[in-house]
């Protein structure tokens, strides 16, 4: 019975590697921002994003420095969005209003970078190093 034992030990100890490579890559760290909507309200557009923290650490406090072009192409506004807290492994949903700014006149907004990333107390690169950005509109969510 021991060499059994033995045998079927070896034998999962030599599938074990290969099991862990079958594994999906798709288990990497992830901030996904995601432009969902764009609705005029009371002469502002508010954009709304959805963003989930796939990071595996929960983060404090996100700001984001955001450009928004015309639909020219010219800088209509620069502004920081304070996305605050991402808990680990959530989705959270964030507005922003643009004052009197017609929704139809966004062209594109770029995220131009992290002001603030705090994990821990600790500025932190996880929320440049790990943003992916994508857009459900017509307006590009550029990064």
Known sequence: MSFRRLALGVL??????????????????RLSLELNTLQDVEGACRLTFVVGNDTGMQIDKAVFETVIFDTAGAVASLSLFNFRDLPAA?????QFELPETACDTVGRALINGASSCLVDGDENAVCEDALTLSSRVAVELLG
């Open 12 to 29: 999962l100890s030599i599938s074990a590697p290969a099991m862990s490579l079958a594994q999906p890559a798709d288990t990497e760290s």
């Open 90 to 94: 959530r989705t959270r949903v964030r």
